[in-house]
C-alpha cells in the first residue's frame, strides 16, 4: 500500500505530477473543477442541517483539490527544536534597559 506521504517524498512521482498541474492542460483541470465545486447555498425556506450538509460537500471537495496540488511540493523536512524556555540572543532579556528612558543633553543646550 502507498500513502500519502509516501507518494510527497518520491520525487519522480512528485515532479511528474507537478508537470501536469503546471501545464496547460492541468492548470484549466483545475480551474473548471473548482468552478464545479464553486459553493452555494440552500433556499432561505430550507432548513439548516440541508445547507450545512451541501456546504460540507464542497468544503470537503475544496479539500481535496488543495491536497491533489499539495501533493505535487515535497514535504517540510522540519529539524525538531527542542522546547525551552531561554532566549539568552533575544531582546527580551535586555528589555529593561531598551525601554529605560534616555535624555540627551546636546552641547548646544549646556552653552
Known sequence: ???????RATDG???ELSQFLNS????LMMRVMRLKYRPY??????DSLTSARILAQYHG???ALDELELLATPPLREEKIEATYEATETD???????LKPQIIISKETQA
Open 1 to 7: 500500500m502507498f500513502t500519502y506521504d509516501e507518494f
Open 24 to 27: 496547460d492542460v492541468g492548470v
Open 61 to 63: 471537495a475544496h479539500v
Open 41 to 46: 447555498d440552500v433556499p432561505n425556506g430550507s
Open 13 to 15: 512521482l512528485r515532479a
Open 92 to 98: 527580551h532579556v535586555n528589555i529593561d534597559e531598551i
